[in-house]
């Protein structure tokens, strides 16, 4: 599974900054038949939670409705330098995790 | 010794059959190429530009991220990767995309990106070639292809190229499937009109390898094709067969001076 994370590199304490992902997945509806009218297993990126220096700052359940390749945006404010890292699972159990760095100067 | 002026008119007249020569065909067609020369990306809505230019939101960068992975990943007996011998993308393949399809000598035919690619891992790395439109083949093609974004379509057409290209052209104006249409039924004739739901584009490659929405994937130029020739309800060739690869030649004629998207976003 590949995925791409966006962190601002740098940061003053305090600042409000957006974080992005953006994860390779088929996200597999459930509802889609195969050439032999066998239906094709759910299959989603179900969990993905971001921590910032270990604290946890964001989590989505995500389901069907979900177009593949999903993309999220949000924001956070800045506080320390540290590392900010995103784990996701999906419905067969495979799991993955992106990093990236911050530095925050006062 | 002739009169000056007949000397001048001689001159005139070999450097116009000289001029045929070079470029015969290319000469010939030229009134057949859409004028002003446009985009797909030009038809799409805002929405879809909008993902097309940011570089992160653009879902087609996710294949670019796998393919420079996969270019530093060593495969098959020689235990070499692309980077092994290519080093880094961003020089040696700068300009690439803008030159394909073209004639290799000791393939003795038409090659496309595609086929570069599995040319380079039969031979270089006596590895299996990759599966056509597989998510390695698109990631590779697309990381290559990338490396010429805004580079301009070149679209050259030597000598060897010429049969194919000829055929190209003869198939873009044949019309196939139950609709008894041909591609420049739609995209010359009437391009920038609606088809349901859809503005009917000029009909160039740039974008490809591209995200269709569609298809909630990434795809090649000919898994496009082959959805025109399934929308006019026609048999779709097989990928790789001749029929495709001619159309590639002819596409990259008409499309040439257009900047590279790769990857590109397409509803």
Redo the contacts between chains.
């Keep these: 599974m590949v995925a791409r994370v966006q962190v601002p590199g740098n940061a003053k304490r305090g600042e409000i900054i957006d974080i992005r992902i953006a994860i390779q997945h088929k996200m597999e509806t459930g509802f889609r038949f195969d050439l032999f009218g066998k239906p094709i297993p759910k299959n989603v990126v179900n969990e993905v939670v971001c921590r910032y220096n270990g604290a946890e700052i964001f989590r989505a359940e995500l389901g069907s409705g979900i177009a593949a390749n999903p993309y999220m945006q949000f924001s956070t404010i800045a506080e320390a330098s540290g590392e900010i890292v995103f784990d996701w699972v999906d419905d067969a159990g495979e799991r993955g995790t992106e990093r990236a760095s911050i530095t925050v100067s006062a | 010794m002739l009169p000056r002026s007949l000397r001048h008119a001689c001159a005139l007249a070999c450097l116009f059959v000289w001029t045929c020569t070079q470029i015969g065909p290319v000469f010939a067609a030229d009134a057949e190429r859409p004028s002003p020369l446009r985009s797909g990306i030009e038809f799409t809505s805002a929405d879809v530009r909008s993902l097309q230019d940011d570089d992160?939101?653009n879902?087609g960068?996710?294949?670019v991220?796998?393919g420079e992975?996969l270019w530093r990943v060593a495969a098959g007996k020689s235990g070499k990767s692309c980077a092994d011998c290519h080093q880094r993308a961003e020089t040696s393949m700068k300009g690439v995309a803008a030159r394909y399809p073209v004639y290799d000598a000791a393939a003795g035919d038409v090659v496309n990106l595609e086929g570069r690619i599995n040319l380079c891992r039969t031979h270089r790395q006596a590895a299996k070639p990759l599966v056509y439109e597989s998510e390695n083949m698109l990631a590779l093609t697309t990381y290559v292809a990338h490396q010429s974004r805004g580079a301009r379509v070149e679209g050259a057409v030597p000598t060897e190229l010429r049969a194919s290209f000829e055929r190209g052209r003869e198939r873009y104006r044949k019309r196939i499937g139950q609709m008894d249409l041909a591609c420049t039924h739609c995209h010359q004739q009437n391009w920038g009109r609606t088809l349901l739901a859809q503005t009917i584009s000029q009909g160039h490659g740039n974008a490809y390898p591209a995200y269709r929405?569609e298809w909630?994937?990434l795809g090649s130029l000919q898994r496009r094709l082959r959805a025109c020739y399934f929308g006019v309800r026609a048999e779709m060739p097989p990928y790789q067969s001749p029929e495709l690869l001619d159309l590639e030649v002819y596409l990259a004629w008409r499309g040439r001076g257009l900047t590279i998207e790769t990857p590109g976003v397409r509803r």
């Design positions: 992160f939101q879902p960068m996710l294949w991220t796998r992975e929405l909630q994937s």
